[in-house]
């Protein structure tokens, strides 16, 4: 039973990688980062430089790409709803 849970929680990180996404922005269907990028692009702003060492031991030392604090984002335009009076 505790094999399908860890199961489980592997398969929902590696579709949330693939989305660019956390948890929260999934359930509320928000798409703020840009997805155009490669899958093996997130694992390397998730996970670091040398992220295909840390699949396999996550005790390895990895620079991160960036600040950990900046990402590519989408520009939402919004266009005010004009009112007239008649």
Known sequence: M?????LFLI???I???K???TWYEYIK???IYKIGKSFQSNLQLVFGK????ILFNPLISSQ?????MSYDINIMETNPISTKRI
């Not at 991160?64 to 950990?68: K, N, V």
């Open 50 to 53: 040398r992220w295909y060492l």
């Open 15 to 17: 579709i949330l990688i």
């Open 19 to 21: 989305n660019s996404q």
């Open 11 to 13: 398969i929902q990180q």
């Open 64 to 68: 991160p790409y960036g600040d950990g």
């Open 2 to 6: 505790l094999n399908l849970y860890i």
């Open 29 to 31: 269907n928000i798409h």
